[in-house]
């Protein structure tokens, strides 16, 4: 048994109703034309992960047509091999649908920020609506925090805590930097990461930081 994520051009489908449908109405077999996106990808992940290897995440070899393909990965990390085929996905704008949790992760519009939670989504890019999404399922108490990198030592970070108050913590690089902030809002809590990962500057008058104990 695998863990299935469909790969297939992002233009197909813009919400994840429509990513399922693609999913479910997309031929098992066709042509898939060499150098076009997804026989590129396919390429890529092949490479990436070739089967019976001791670090491959492959189940089967990969294979698909150009209007999408079907990875078939182990159980053993399924949210680490989601930001592996993401990764691989993102330069030729092709969206991965989780099939077993019907999770859709468009790349388009994205930025250089990995996305990290606890039991949640692992992403190499971040989106306003996977960042909306991840936040909607820490206020259900799905998991508890979202952890977004820019560099080494460089994040923002989120918790909920079981009163149902957010602290943000945000720092550059040294302990030294690294400061802390509290808030009710959760509306305000996204606006705020937006903002630190889009690299606007906004988001630093949003809350009144103080430097974490040492």
């Not at 489908?13 to 076009?36: F, K, N």
């Not at 519009?109 to 989106?127: A, F, K, M, Q, W």
């Not at 902030?181 to 937006?194: F, G, I, K, M």
Request: a negative charge.
């Amino acid at each position: 048994m695998s863990y299935d994520f469909f790969v297939f051009p992002a233009a197909g489908a813009d919400d994840l109703a429509a990513a399922i449908h693609v999913y479910e109405t997309t031929p098992e077999r066709g042509a898939l034309t060499p150098g076009s996106p997804v026989a590129e990808f396919v390429a890529a992940v092949n490479e990436a992960s070739p089967v019976g290897s001791t670090d491959g995440f492959l189940a089967e070899v990969a294979d698909g047509h150009d209007a999408g393909a079907e990875i078939c990965t182990t159980w053993s990390d399924p949210m680490a091999n989601l930001r592996t085929v993401a990764g691989l996905a993102r330069p030729h704008e092709l969206s991965v649908l989780d099939v077993q949790l019907a999770a859709l992760y468009d790349p388009r519009g994205s930025l250089d920020v990995s996305l990290d939670t606890e039991g949640g989504p692992r992403l190499p890019y971040l989106t306003r609506s996977t960042l909306t999404t991840v936040l909607s399922h820490i206020s259900e108490v799905r998991y508890h925090w979202v952890n977004l990198t820019r560099a080494p030592g460089v994040y923002v970070q989120a918790f909920r805590d079981e009163d149902g108050s957010w602290a943000v913590e945000h720092r550059e690089g040294s302990a030294s930097k690294h400061f802390v902030a509290r808030t009710p809002d959760p509306a305000l809590v996204e606006r705020l990461l937006w903002s630190w990962a889009r690299g606007d500057g906004a988001w630093q008058a949003m809350l009144q930081f103080a430097p974490v104990a040492i």
